[in-house]
């Protein structure tokens, strides 16, 4: 792995981890949604970069990035989840 490649596996690892972080720290603040939205526009970019520079174990990189994503971004994934569950379930709470 070059060095430029674990610069952006790293930047990636910790942009998840800054997410997490905010998720659970920030959610009474005003820009709560901003940063997060901010964050995962980012994270997504970063994954493009992983995916289009890696030349070997494509596979395996896709996997990594997809479960890094889906770690880091899990506010996105739970607010979709409940809002198929409110549609497919009859209606809202």
């Given at each position: 792995m070059s060095k430029?490649?674990?610069a952006l596996w790293g930047s990636f690892?910790?942009?998840e981890?800054?997410?997490l972080l905010v998720y659970s720290n920030m959610w009474m603040k005003d820009?709560?949604?901003?940063l997060l939205a901010g964050l995962g526009v980012?994270?997504?970019l970063l994954a493009y970069l992983i995916i289009s520079?890696?030349?070997k174990y494509i596979g395996l990189t896709?996997?990594?990035v997809v479960i890094g994503i889906g770690i880091g971004q899990w506010w996105f994934l739970e607010g979709l989840l409940t809002q198929a569950g409110w549609i497919f379930g009859n209606g809202a709470p």
């Open positions: 430029k490649q674990l690892i910790l942009l981890v800054v997410t820009l709560y949604y901003y980012i994270s997504i520079k890696q030349e896709i996997f990594l």
